[in-house]
């Protein structure tokens, strides 16, 4: 079982100017990493780094695009720079966006460059230099909704199935080499993205929604081990045992959960 302390680590969390990729960041830089935070909104990022070093600890912002090929290889060359070494990567920044078959053909493509092609883009800079050197930990924030699906959303789940497979894809390559590949898959969680999800809010609220520094304090305690899947809401195990051992099962009961939220907006 591999172990990563973050002590004096150089780390890169993406989407870190709020959320769960603040939270990540603050967890990191309070074990001792060296983080660099990254987002498109250069005033999230400020603030991030801003607690970061009001707790003693060190943080380097860097507003930009984490998903574009230009935005990921800017973000690589100046956390080398500011870091020395990259020795682990938190793809966190996601996005949500669309609701049913009317998805917009731009929220496809924005949802699959952010959730899916920024994680592919940054593999292929740093995992060649992880090889070389025999470690390097590479940290997905996927969702439950990539192992099961998200009720109304389908460029979201469909981005975050991705998501996982390309993380499962990493690890079955280059575990031997040395990579540790992670997917942290919750369920709700309590920031901007679960607020701005409309009436989803309550269906994914209702079951225990998490806050962001729980779900960070567990993804980083799972450094001390090498377990793929990191499940802050732990009954998502079990339905992903049943989505895989009773799939029609399954899809039929997601199909009422479906019918009983039409329901519910009808009688609004
Ligand atoms: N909140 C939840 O309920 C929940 C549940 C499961 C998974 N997730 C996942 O957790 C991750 C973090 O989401 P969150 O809930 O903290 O949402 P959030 O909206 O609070 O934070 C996401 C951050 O990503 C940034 N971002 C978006 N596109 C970017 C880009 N191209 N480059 C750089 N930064 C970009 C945003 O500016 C924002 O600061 C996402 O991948 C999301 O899909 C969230």
Redesign the pocket.
């Known amino acids: 079982m591999a172990a990563f302390d973050p002590e004096n680590r150089g780390v890169v969390v993406?989407?870190?100017?709020?959320?769960?990729?603040?939270a990540l960041a603050r967890e990191l830089a309070a074990r001792g990493a060296r983080v660099v935070v990254?987002?498109?909104?250069a005033d999230?990022a400020a603030r991030t780094v801003a607690e970061i070093e009001s707790a003693g600890g060190t943080a380097f912002a860097v507003a930009?695009?984490?998903?574009?090929e230009e935005?990921v290889a800017a973000l690589v060359a100046t956390a080398r720079r500011e870091l020395g070494a990259i020795d682990a990567w938190y793809a966190?920044?996601?996005?949500?966006r669309g609701r049913g078959l009317d998805t917009p053909e731009s929220e496809w493509a924005l949802s699959i460059?952010?959730?899916v092609m920024?994680h592919v883009r940054a593999a292929r800079l740093l995992v060649p230099e992880w090889v070389a050197a025999r470690g390097g930990r590479f940290v997905v924030?996927?969702?439950?909704?990539g192992l099961l699906t998200m009720i109304g959303a389908p460029a979201?789940s469909v981005t975050?199935h991705a998501a996982v497979a390309f993380a499962e894809w990493l690890s079955v390559t280059y575990r031997h080499q040395g990579v540790v590949v992670q997917a942290?898959?919750?369920?709700?969680?309590?920031?901007?993205?679960?607020e701005?999800?409309g009436e989803l809010e309550e269906l994914?609220s209702r079951d225990s929604?998490l806050e962001?520094a729980d779900v960070a304090t567990l993804a980083v305690d799972a450094l001390g081990g090498d377990d793929f899947l990191i499940l802050p809401h732990p009954e998502v195990g079990g339905y992903y045992a049943a989505r895989a051992s009773a799939t029609d099962k399954w899809l039929h009961g997601m199909n009422k959960l479906q019918q009983r939220l039409e329901t519910k907006e009808t009688t609004r």
């Open positions: 993406t989407g870190a100017g709020n959320g769960i990729g603040a990254s987002d498109i909104d999230g930009g695009d984490a998903a574009s935005g966190n920044a996601g996005v949500d460059d952010v959730n920024a924030t996927a969702s439950a909704a979201y975050k942290i898959c919750p369920q709700g969680v309590r920031t901007g993205m679960l701005r999800s994914l929604a962001p």
